[in-house]
């Protein structure tokens, strides 16, 4: 295997979308906004769409716009019962834990929830960096900057020896840009999006290996 870096994005990725776990927090961060800085309710979905759209994450455009208390905002939409959410994919845990490869999570969320969505998967201690949204601050997925940040953090300076998965197709498509082998973990495959795609973490290590020596 021609890697020696890779980057996991964490929500939606190393587990399924369609726990409900990322529409509770998006819930979370409409109650936010409309209790505690006042937006009303019916622009709320308008805001945060247009702030992801030019920003990166609704966040970002938060603190660019508005007074915004940050570490606030994270602890308060990120506190659900993540256990009525996620369970643990032994099989993904065995598939990470054989990896030859240094392995990262690269999140825009922050390290405290990323800890805990760890802990509740059993997959913390196959991940000794976190680098998220403080971290990368005042940038953000799928800033190029950002991945600049996070091969510094692994110690990494050619970004050919580097992996980004992750469900987001802006993502993936700007770390190709950047340079890393990128690969988008979602239903749907939108072209030029990423070097490569998978649906099942079966597919996940074939696809690695498929790239030996493809410099």
């Known amino acids: 295997m021609r890697f020696t870096t890779i980057f996991f994005d964490l929500d939606d990725t190393l587990y399924p979308s369609n726990t409900g776990l990322w529409k509770a927090i998006k819930e979370r961060m409409n109650t936010y906004m409309r209790e505690r ?16 759209l030019q920003y990166g994450t609704t966040l970002r455009g938060l603190q660019a716009h508005h007074e915004i208390d940050v570490q606030d905002f ?39 929830h990323a800890d805990r969505v760890l ?37 990494e300076t050619d970004p050919s020896k580097c992996v980004m998965i992750d469900d987001i197709h802006r ?7 950047a340079g890393l082998f990128s690969i988008l973990y979602n239903e ?4 030029g999006s990423a070097d490569a795609h998978l649906t099942d973490w079966n597919q996940f290590i074939p696809i690695l290996e498929s790239q030996h020596g493809n410099e």
């Open 188 to 191: 749907e495959f939108p072209a």
């Open 37 to 52: 800085m006042g937006f009303p309710e019916d622009q709320i979905a308008h805001i945060r769409e247009k702030y992801f």
């Open 119 to 155: 802990t509740v998967l059993g997959l913390r201690d196959l991940f000794e960096i976190i680098v998220d949204v403080n971290a990368i601050d005042p940038y953000c997925k799928p800033m190029p900057e950002s991945f600049q940040i996070a091969m510094q953090a692994a110690g």
């Open 74 to 112: 994270l602890a308060f939409v990120h506190d659900l019962p993540l256990r009525d959410y996620l369970t643990p994919n032994p099989t993904l845990r065995s598939l990470i834990a054989s990896l030859p490869t240094r392995n990262l999570i690269f999140t825009n969320a922050d390290s405290a």
């Open 171 to 177: 993502t993936t498509r700007a770390a190709k840009e």
